[in-house]
């Protein structure tokens, strides 16, 4: 019974649940942080997969059209070399005068020094067949629904024709026609070569491209007349898939396409328009197709397998890393975990006992025993904090008695201002207008001073542009001018200040104006050797005579002088060019 209701501490239970978790949660940290710093190298290896498959996609655009351009290059070699033998024969006078006999046997010497040729013929001004060089052509053949002949025979000179089966060996060629003219530039007939598309396909078959390239040659109405490989999906003598030959159309005289063909495979497209000397339409296309899936399977190929040796790589390196983790982090993962335990305890004296400054877990050990340092020091900052807060409660109270004794001060100050008031005035509304611009002036004082970053001290600059605003909204015509050096000065000397300029500025409202009716007023304030001099002066008719500071009925000079005094300083009347009234005193140190 004993053994049942015996408390487990909890530490027994604690710690190697605490031990478990940790090494497990490091576990589970290192394999978290080898999945993301292989990211990069994911990222990388998928964008240059990318990367290579768009090259590789450019490059076999680029091998297209170059090798377009070189059969391009042959045709045009081929049309010119037709040309220039149909354009020699032409010239001789068995030709140009007619003589069809003779020509016959020229035909054929020429055909067999030009196996390329199917043949050459030549007929007379109505396309009939005058001079072949190969038998299967028979003489009197009307060749007028040819469309070269038609041309050459309208003039047109060296033309280009059209898909046909050739009257020779009925296998598709392609012809060209040369007008021939007699001495006297009349149209007598035309010569007509026709050329062997097959020899195409021994070019095709040295360029060593791709398996399912293609190479077609279309006449100007997109019609096969040559293919190679051959295809049941792609017949000579029928027009090419519509939506190839329109892109081939809108394209340049040459250029690239992307389109799936008449077989179902989506190839790269190169084309080239061929057409003849001084002619702008195309008289055939030559087109070149290599498959996509020559760009795009080897790079997906090469992106598949870096992804499985990185897969690869991720396991091993956390299987690694969590063997490692477990034989360096073990026992100091232990070791923290029993010495936090003991600070949470209450134990202050524990400590970790690693000293491996270059490691992270031995940094975190030296944060562990500083942490129990600073709780030690914290006890001592905590009572040190308690005797500041003290002793600024106390600061408080006495400030708030220094405030209690400056408001009684100026209250007493305004009794005082009351009682003078009282004696040497009797207009009611002048009482109340002069009461309420020396409380004003008071106010502000406190106003600025709340105000500020300090309360004690006011800076007299700002202070005497405010004072003179609040005078300005009390009296209509005056305009103050302020110049004071920056001077920070006391409370005990800013309340009775600023009951003087208020006195002051009062006097030249009333008594100051220029003939135009405005009161201007300059008040400077400068100090020199201790002393600050303030000097408010106005440009109206100046004092009378008597001495006004003097003069009992005058309460606002009395309370200048009083105040003056009140300063330990004293006061300056002058009377030139408007009255100016000038108050020095000793500075005391702030």
């Given at each position: 019974m004993?053994?049942?209701?015996?408390?487990?501490?909890?530490?027994?239970?604690?710690?190697?649940?605490?031990?478990?978790?940790?090494?497990s949660s490091f576990k589970v940290l290192f394999s978290a942080i080898v999945g993301v710093s292989l990211i990069p190298a994911l990222m990388i290896i998928i964008w240059t997969g990318v990367e290579h498959g768009a090259s590789l996609e450019e490059s076999v655009r680029d091998e297209a059209f170059r090798q377009v351009e070189s059969l391009s290059l042959v045709q045009l070699t081929i049309s010119r070399s037709i040309r220039q033998t149909l354009t020699t024969l032409s010239t001789l006078d068995t030709f140009a005068e007619g003589d069809f006999e003779s020509q016959q046997a020229i035909l054929e010497a020429v055909l067999g020094k030009n196996p390329d040729y199917l043949n050459i013929s030549s007929v007379d001004a109505y396309g009939i067949v005058r001079a072949s060089a190969s038998s299967q052509l028979e003489i009197g053949t009307d060749l007028t629904g040819r469309r070269h002949i038609r041309n050459a025979l309208a003039g047109k000179e060296f033309v280009a024709g059209e898909y046909v089966l050739s009257y020779v060996d009925q296998v598709p060629a392609f012809p060209f026609a040369l007008t021939l003219r007699n001495k006297n530039g009349r149209i007598i007939g035309a010569l007509t070569a026709v050329y062997r598309l097959s020899t195409y396909r021994t070019i095709f078959e040295r360029l060593g491209l791709p398996e399912e390239t293609i190479l077609g040659i279309l006449d100007y109405q997109g019609t096969r007349i040559f293919f190679h490989p051959q295809k049941e999906t792609n017949p000579i003598g029928k027009p090419i898939k519509e939506s190839v030959w329109e892109g081939i159309l809108e394209?340049?005289?040459?250029?690239?396409?992307?389109?799936?063909?008449?077989?179902?495979?989506s190839r790269f497209y190169a084309y080239s328009k061929i057409t003849l000397y001084g002619e702008s339409e195309p008289y055939l296309y030559?087109?070149?197709?290599?498959?996509?899936?020559?760009?795009?399977?080897?790079?997906?190929?090469?992106?598949?397998?870096?992804?499985v040796l990185i897969v690869a790589a991720a396991l091993m390196s956390i299987v690694i890393s969590s063997f490692l983790g477990h034989l360096t982090l073990g026992r100091k993962l232990n070791k923290l975990s029993r010495t936090v335990g003991s600070i949470q305890a209450g134990d202050l004296?524990?400590?970790?006992?690693?000293?491996?400054?270059?490691?992270?877990?031995?940094?975190?050990?030296?944060?562990?025993?500083?942490?129990?340092n600073r709780l030690e020091e914290r006890n001592l900052e905590r009572d040190k904090t308690e005797r500041v807060l003290s002793e600024a409660l106390s600061e408080r109270e006495t400030l708030l008695k220094e405030v209690h004794h400056r408001v009684k001060n100026n209250m007493q100050l305004i009794l005082s201002i009351l009682h003078l008031e009282q004696q040497n005035s009797s207009d009611i509304e002048a009482f109340s207008l002069q009461l309420e611009n020396r409380i004003l002036a008071m106010s502000t004082v406190h106003e600025m001073m709340y105000q500020s970053e300090s309360v004690s001290e006011i800076e007299m600059e700002d202070f005497l542009e405010r004072l003179g605003s609040v005078t300005r909204n009390l009296h209509a015509g005056l305009v103050i001018n302020v110049e004071a050096e920056r001077m920070v000065l006391s409370l005990e000397v800013a309340v009775p200040l600023?009951?003087?300029?208020?006195?002051?500025?009062?006097?030249?409202?009333?008594?100051?104006?220029?003939p135009d009716g405005i009161s201007r007023v300059e008040i400077t304030m400068t100090?020199?050797?201790g002393t600050a001099s303030l000097s408010v002066a106005d440009h109206g008719p100046g004092f009378p005579e008597s001495p006004v500071q003097n003069n009992p009925s005058n309460l606002g000079m009395l309370l200048v002088s009083t105040l003056s005094e009140q300063l330990g300083g004293s006061v300056t009347i002058s009377s030139g060019e408007g009255a100016g009234v000038t108050v020095e005193f000793p500075l005391k140190q702030v």
């Open positions: 004993e053994a049942q209701n015996r408390k487990i501490p909890l530490g027994d239970v604690y710690y190697p649940m605490l031990k478990n978790v940790h090494l394209g340049g005289n040459s250029g690239t396409l992307v389109d799936i063909g008449s077989d179902g495979i030559i087109v070149l197709g290599i498959p996509e899936k020559n760009a795009a399977r080897p790079p997906r190929l090469i992106l598949l397998r870096n992804l004296s524990a400590r970790t006992g690693i000293v491996d400054p270059d490691s992270e877990v031995g940094q975190v050990a030296e944060a562990i025993d500083n942490m129990a600023s009951l003087i300029v208020n006195e002051l500025l009062t006097n030249s409202a009333k008594y100051g104006k220029s100090s020199r050797k």
